[in-house]
């Protein structure tokens, strides 16, 4: 039975000739924060149950929005998570989208800055207030459906930053983290650019799945591959992992693969990003041991090639 039930995840996180029970409807909202004055667009992905599911919470990349990810948030959505995409003013695709095209590099380095990472930070929380209030509002869209007890983070690149801070990773001296992120999944994760890792990881207590690739360089900031594999062994023990993607670059997280990393890889890594980032959400956002274990077991190890490189503690 064991192993009919690790096969059985296997095929529903992979996403292998399994279709999803309900379809998943998209909406696009504004919060706004009154204390900053502040809009957020917001994309959420949902499907069409009656009963509370968990939220996951996203944040894009320098220069992205709430459009992009699509193949995490139509995947995670299927299997079961209210997934809400944040768009960051300052920070998004209206920095570069303006600006003729020998500038844009420049505009986008510009906007790499500590400025935009506090108000990112702020985003969440805001959100995360917003989708209470949503929650509990009579005739709303949302109302009811929202498990705000079970609440995930995740992000790539910039916002892997922004999802390591929201989630236990220090600010210098300052703890910017949200008790009301229970897990999180950051995709291109890095070390600070101040201080050590090990003091500013001192206070991760939550689940973290870290994905990097050993060609994960950013082209903005110098962050190299050093960088993103320094902050796993800054972390204590206690559901941490790490999964390597061997010739995945750092577009290879995004919705794009077809032309980063080998050609005959490509393909291959949304399946495992998605394979092992929703089982993670299972394990520890629905409390499911069977996903648990998967993330550790031989039956993980198989989706993997041979150069790829996955550990946890």
Do not use: C
Request: charged share 20%; no cysteine; hydrophobic share 45%.
């Amino acid at each position: 039975m064991r192993l009919l039930n690790i096969l059985w995840l296997l095929l529903v996180v992979a996403n292998v000739s399994v279709q999803a029970a309900e379809p998943v409807s998209v909406q696009d909202r504004v919060v706004h924060d009154d204390k900053r004055n502040r809009d957020i667009p917001v994309r959420i992905y949902l499907r069409a149950m009656r009963q509370p599911e968990p939220v996951v919470l996203f944040s894009h990349g320098l220069g992205g929005s709430r459009e992009g990810s699509t193949y995490l948030a139509q995947h995670w959505a299927e299997h079961g998570y209210v997934v809400v995409m944040l768009q960051h003013a300052g920070s998004d695709a209206a920095v570069w989208q303006s600006v003729p095209a020998m500038q844009r590099m420049r505009a986008l380095r510009e906007a790499a800055n500590g400025e935009n990472l506090l108000l990112r930070i702020g985003d969440v929380k805001a959100v995360l207030d917003q989708l209470t209030r949503w929650q509990q509002t009579p005739g709303d869209m949302l109302a009811g459906r929202l498990d705000m007890q079970h609440i995930g983070m995740s992000g790539h690149s910039f916002g892997a930053v922004t999802t390591q801070m929201v989630s236990g990773e220090m600010l210098g001296k300052q703890d910017m983290s949200d008790s009301r992120i229970k897990a999180a999944v950051i995709l291109s994760p890095s070390a600070p650019r101040a201080g050590d890792g090990d003091t500013a990881f001192a206070n991760v207590h939550l689940p973290w799945l870290l994905m990097t690739g050993s060609k994960d360089v950013s082209p903005i900031g110098s962050i190299d591959v050093a960088s993103r594999l320094s902050v796993y062994p800054a972390l204590a023990a206690g559901d941490k992992y790490e999964l390597v993607l061997a010739d995945a670059q750092h577009a290879s997280f995004g919705d794009r693969v077809a032309n980063t990393g080998d050609a005959g890889r490509a393909h291959s890594f949304h399946q495992v990003i998605l394979a092992f980032s929703t089982a993670f959400w299972d394990a520890y956002l629905r409390g499911d041991k069977t996903a648990r274990s998967w993330l550790s077991s031989k039956a993980a190890s198989a989706l993997l090639e041979r150069d790829d490189h996955l550990q946890n503690k």
